[in-house]
């Protein structure tokens, strides 16, 4: 990243504006339309947490979501999206607003947490495993890139 | 929906006006924004789940409500039902995984590695610390331990 001027003239701002809130509200309805299809985890009440393994509270259709997030970001910054500045519309708008709506690290958090109510191990296992499963995606992207944009 | 999508569209803007603000001081600094914001963003989540949390236990535990009682039956009842729009929308849309992976990685290709290795390692870490910070305002905000 080079340093350079990032101030924004006023007129550029409401574009700026209108790319992350688009780009934002896109993402959050996909997130938020995917996210119905599991179901809600059992309560943090203690007969569930004895009653189901820390497995059934894995939040698979988030995880999916975030990875395939990383995949598509590290596609966008090495591939269609290289060099250009943070301030770039279509920057704002793919990675900052669509794909930060889409992916979600607070609902992750909450998920781990509600499984370290049964299992420390398993909480570990998920928070971890989504970061190096997450790794392994922006690589899967940044090759992906050199593959489809030369 | 529309309340979450709303909810989710000024999440992602609050989380880029940070981004812009740290960014205008030092332009490198704006992974670190992210981090921050995803950390803030746990930490708010922590508090919701929690203060919905904390109502059932007293609504079960408690046999005589008094004025305690009702207010945090009442607060918790209310956060409970904002769930949706504040954890799904708000929160889902302030904070972001791919900017918070892919970025460092490409960090990290780049000779960056230093700030990549702070990055992945230092934003679970802050986000778990903010998601317990929020857990423990609940007590003192509701006064259960």
């Known amino acids: 990243m080079v340093d350079e001027d990032v101030s924004l003239p006023p007129l550029r701002l409401g574009w700026t504006v209108l790319a992350v809130a688009a780009g934002g509200a896109i993402g959050t309805l996909i997130r938020a339309e995917i996210l119905t299809l599991q179901s809600t985890p059992p309560s943090l009440d203690v007969p569930s947490v004895a009653a189901h393994p820390w497995t059934a509270y894995v939040p698979w259709w988030l995880l999916v979501v975030n990875t395939f997030g990383v995949l598509v970001a590290a596609w966008l910054l090495a591939g269609p999206l290289r060099g250009r500045s943070p301030d770039d519309n279509w920057r704002l708008f793919a990675l900052t607003g669509f794909l930060g709506g889409l992916t979600s690290y607070s609902a992750l958090i909450r998920d781990v947490d509600l499984i370290k109510a049964h299992s420390i191990v398993g909480a570990t296992v998920t928070l971890v495993g989504a970061i190096v499963v997450g790794v392994f995606a922006a690589a899967l992207g940044v090759l992906t890139a050199r593959l489809t944009w030369p | ?145």
Do not use: K
Not at chain 2, 93 to 108: H, K, M, Q, R, V
């Open chain 2, 1 to 145: 929906m529309a309340l979450i999508v709303m909810m989710g569209t000024l999440g992602c803007l609050a989380r880029w006006s940070v981004e812009e603000v740290v960014e205008r001081r030092v332009l490198s600094h704006r992974p670190y924004a992210t981090m921050m914001v995803n950390a803030l963003g746990a930490l708010i989540t922590g508090f919701v789940v929690y203060a919905s949390y904390h109502g059932v236990v007293q609504s079960i535990s408690t046999s005589s409500p008094d004025g305690l009682w009702t207010v945090n039956h009442v607060g918790s009842r209310w956060f409970a039902s904002a769930s949706p729009w504040l954890l799904t929308g708000f929160c889902g849309g302030f904070t972001t995984f791919s900017s918070a992976i892919a970025i460092p990685y490409l960090d990290w290709r780049g000779g960056r590695r230093y700030r990549a290795a702070i990055l992945i390692g230092a934003t679970p870490m802050l986000c778990l610390l903010g998601f317990w910070v929020g857990e423990l305002a609940t007590r003192v905000f509701f006064h259960t331990h």
